[in-house]
């Protein structure tokens, strides 16, 4: 699948790429691993959305903050968000889908929140989680149930739809790691 751009394949040569997944699949721990690898600018979706306070930017706010990221030559998104997709879906050149089973996503979800939430570990802007907040009706693990079918159908039905780019289905840790040690060091 060569990239018309560079002659590449855009699985290793991509410059403006899309972590995306489920709450708790590890797309924040890949966009950096992705931008510590490869040397292109990691912009973390969560801090450009969230104000100290857990205040969220209004929609318009992001939109115009993804499209100003978007805009340029190289990037990667741990994330995106509904409201402002076709932006970077309209940019990107590789789209990175985290496929990964519910109970492992659940799992790792729980683990960093009550984590962080003991270790008070900021999360985005200074915010931070607390226990009692993971047992409310809007807690992120609430979230992630709800979000989880629709988000996994979404990912799954991305390749055949030729007015996106290209996607990369990553279903297991191993085949996440694997793909991680196929992209070239540092090249920006």
């Given amino acids: ?11 290793t ?3 403006r790429i899309v972590v995306y997944g489920v709450t708790g699949a590890g797309k ?6 992705i931008s510590e690898r490869t040397g292109l ?4 979706v969560d801090d450009l959305t969230w104000e100290p306070g857990w205040i969220e930017v ?6 115009d903050r993804i499209t100003a990221i978007c805009a340029g030559d190289a990037w990667v998104l741990d994330s995106a968000y509904l409201s402002w997709i076709d932006v970077p879906m309209g940019r990107a050149d590789l789209v990175v889908a985290l496929d990964l089973p519910h109970w ?3 799992a790792r979800l729980l683990r960093r929140s009550v984590i962080q939430a ?10 931070t989680e607390s226990l009692r907040d993971l047992f409310t009706r809007d807690s992120i693990v609430v979230q992630q149930f709800r979000s989880y079918p629709r988000k996994r159908r979404r990912m799954r039905a991305w390749p055949a739809d030729p007015a996106l ?23 920006q």
């Fill in 1 to 11: 699948m060569p990239d018309a751009e560079t002659g590449g394949d855009p699985l």
């Fill in 118 to 127: 003991i270790r008070r570990t900021p999360t985005c802007n200074g915010n």
């Fill in 165 to 187: 780019p290209p996607v990369l289905l990553l279903r297991s840790p191993r085949a996440v790691r694997a793909w991680l040690a196929t992209l070239p060091r540092d090249r």
């Fill in 58 to 63: 209004p929609p318009a706010v992001q939109r």
């Fill in 13 to 15: 040569t991509a410059r």
């Fill in 28 to 33: 924040t721990t890949l966009a950096r691993r």
């Fill in 104 to 106: 492992l996503c659940l």
């Fill in 41 to 44: 600018p990691w912009h973390a």
